[in-house]
């Protein structure tokens, strides 16, 4: 599933014209824009944050978008591109390699389903696909779905009513029910002066098998990585997963519970209803978060937590009796 891509670059273009305003080698040319871990040796990466510093030594990346102060932790065969704001700078780049990944437009050449494509697939009235769409057997779509380009299914899934979804791979026996938003474009953009930049969003949403996504939830794609829910995770209804957040195998998310981009939870996670997940945060495994909780910092292996901010439980309980 993790090798699928959907927004690929036509072209190699040279790393002199990607950045024109500095001395770079004209001959290097780049096939894509990458993170620090999956990059090869033709494509651009960007590092601005210290708690990716393991991934950015690994890096196999031909250059890298990066600061003064992160710089020397990359691989000296990367070639570093020295900036004062690095997202405003990944933004830029996106925009020229991937135009299309800008703005999610509607498609317009959405078709009906042709039943002797799918001829082991049950579809409801007013179902409309686009391009790149596959669907296992004996799965079911509701009514009034779009499903529009790049979204591959597995079989025996159940897809209900009113759902629209794109840029996603789903696989065998999912459950999602009626009225969620999948594989859409996230919350980011760079704030300026006179205008806020969009972040193109050039990732995908990956949906293991035997997962069950209640009611009206909302899983944005990867910004420039991937969405991930993994095996036998249920999420109930009106969850809000941002781009490139993580869910591991075996969790259980109550109502309304929302995670901010690039969060990562481990296997057998419980999450109470109405908690709150910040951005780039890492949660253990078999970890499990109060209902109300706001989580601001990482969170260990085999914890229990609690309040706002989330504390282990023992000590709300002892907190709350004061």
């Known amino acids: 599933m993790e090798n699928v891509v959907f927004f690929q670059n036509s072209k190699a273009i040279a790393l002199g014209k990607l950045f024109p305003d500095k001395k770079i080698n004209n001959k290097l040319t780049i096939l894509n824009f990458r993170t620090l871990k999956k990059s090869s040796s033709r494509d651009i990466t960007f590092f601005d944050s210290s708690h990716y510093e393991n991934d950015a030594i690994k890096t196999k990346a031909a250059c890298c978008i990066t600061n003064e102060k992160l710089s020397i932790h990359l691989p000296k065969n990367c070639i570093k591109i020295i900036v004062k704001n690095v997202l405003f700078e990944v ?25 002797l494509k799918f001829p082991k697939v049950k579809f409801g ?9 596959k669907i296992g057997k004996n799965s079911v779509i509701g009514n009034n779905v779009i499903i529009e380009s790049n979204v591959l299914m597995g079989k025996n899934s159940v897809i209900g009513s009113n759902i629209h979804i794109k840029n996603t791979v789903i696989g065998d026996n999912v459950v999602i029910q009626s009225g969620c938003m999948i594989g859409l474009k996230g919350f980011g953009f760079i704030p300026m002066k006179d205008k806020n930049l969009k972040m193109p969003h050039i990732g995908k949403v990956l949906i293991d098998d035997h997962v069950e996504i209640a009611s009206n939830c909302t899983i944005d794609r990867g910004s420039v990585d991937d969405t991930v829910i993994g095996k036998n995770t249920y999420l109930d209804n009106q969850v809000h997963v941002a781009h490139n957040v993580k869910i591991g195998k075996n969790c259980m998310i109550a109502g309304q519970v929302g995670f901010a981009g690039s969060s990562t939870l481990g296997d057998n ?28 910092k990482n969170i260990e292996d085999n914890s229990i937590v609690m309040g706002y901010p989330a504390i282990p439980f023992k000590k709300f309980i002892k907190n709350s009796k004061k």
């Open 91 to 115: 933004a830029k780049i996106l925009k020229k390699i991937y135009p299309a990944a800008d703005i999610d437009t509607l498609d317009i050449f959405l078709k009906k389903p042709n039943k």
């Open 269 to 296: 996670v419980s999450i109470g209803g109405q908690a709150g997940v910040s951005g780039h945060l890492k949660i253990g495994n078999n970890v499990k978060i109060g209902g109300g909780s706001g989580v601001v």
């Open 125 to 133: 009235n007013n179902v409309l696909l686009g391009k790149n769409v």
